[in-house]
């Protein structure tokens, strides 16, 4: 939300009377929709078929604010399809709509808008740090889709050399099967929606179709910011499968009482490997970017070994 009402704000500031985005898992999509009706602005959302058919209750919400949803139909199509239509929609309309771009990937300043309407999380967590524990955290965990929600937690703490930043990718039904979602992990640089980063592509350079039980994290690129950041070394990259994120959805409802999103999930997963390599009394945050009542059918009919 942070970053839909500021680029929708922006849009209204240049003239543009209509939106256009793309979205996942639907949380985008509802996001921009919010925006949209409380400016006045019309609101059209791409989204996978597939992806519909998965998040009805985000489809319907959208729906309810006003915006149309436009279903993406190629034969496996996911959110980097939806990303695809969308900023063809936009191009073809430059004078009369605003592209809103919902993660920190796509052409410049894409990225960087992302990024800086979404640091307003890394921000108020530093201030609830020092206000709980006096100091800052001793670690950051995040999932890693395309990269606005670690981004928007990471980068306060980028320049903290004592802050491990971890992000934590979609291994899918693992690293080894080609079914997964791990560009950091698995990829390859490349050029993709107008931006080098890492990509899932094939050996003559052609994106592969990721995959992960976490519908938003499906997408074949990564923010290139982050693709910096591990290159550099300031931030670590781990997965989790798409069992260990489905367990960690259903131990934090038990334990906590929470819904979190699966894409967030996979970042709670994390926490049984990084937990036990931690001194006791060692602080960690984990980013919960998302809620998870869209996810409860998934998790309902999802079989644990």
Known sequence: MNNALAQAMIAKRMGLTAVVA??????HGVATASACAKLGLSCTIFMSAADMEKQPSNVDLMTLLGAKVEPVRPTAGSFKDATSDSIRDWTEKLGEVYYLAGTAVGPHPCPTMVREFQSVIGRET???AAEKWGGTPDAVV???GSGSNALGIFH???RDPTVRLIGVEAAGFGLNTGKHAATLAAGEVGVYHGAMSY???DEEGQITCPHSVGVG????GVAPELSFLKETGRMEFYSASDEEAVEAYRRVAR???????LEASHAFAYLEKLCPTMPDGAKIIISCSGRGEKDTETVFNYPIS
């Open 22 to 27: 793309a979205t996942g898992a639907g949380q």
């Open 126 to 128: 530093r201030r609830q």
């Open 142 to 144: 995040a999932c890693v």
């Open 156 to 158: 306060e703490f980028v």
């Open 199 to 201: 990509l899932l592509q």
């Open 217 to 220: 994290m499906e997408y074949p």
């Open 255 to 261: 334990l906590e009482g929470i819904l979190p999103a």
